[in-house]
């Protein structure tokens, strides 16, 4: 069953983040993609050994299976949103993020510490 609360995250696909417990902390890496509900795949970081028999797929339009190669294969595991911190670019530290808007309105993730926008397109300085 679904649940009905629904989770937000200031965290995006593509941010440096860094981890602040757990057997990884104080490894950074960037965020490979959300996993609902407050959870996070980091690229290179909570890695598990997966093992894995070897199967046989069919290739759209091929008459022979091709075979995919068993063993034991490395998988980044789902990290909790609590135990990861965006990475200020100016700062190069942990920061909590705070939400902005720009001059004609539109939001922004800006840096708790110096106020430098995170992310997105940056305006351009008159």
């Given at each position: 069953m679904r649940s009905i609360y629904e989770t937000t995250t200031e965290i995006r696909?593509?941010?440096?983040v860094s981890?602040?417990?757990g057997k990884d902390a104080g490894k950074r890496?960037?965020?490979e993609r959300l996993v609902a509900p407050g959870k996070v795949v980091v690229t290179g970081l909570n890695i598990a050994k997966?093992?894995?028999k070897p199967r046989q797929k069919m290739a759209n339009g091929s008459q022979a299976p091709t075979v995919e190669p068993g063993g034991i294969i490395e998988v980044?595991?789902?990290l909790a949103l609590a135990k990861v911190a965006v990475v200020c670019p100016k700062c190069d530290r942990p920061i909590r993020l705070k939400a902005g808007?720009?001059?004609d309105g539109k939001k922004q993730r800006l840096c708790g510490r110096c106020g430098t926008v995170i992310g997105g397109k940056k305006e351009a300085a008159k």
């Open positions: 696909v593509g941010d440096t981890v602040l417990s890496g960037s965020v997966k093992h894995q980044a595991m789902p808007r720009t001059a």
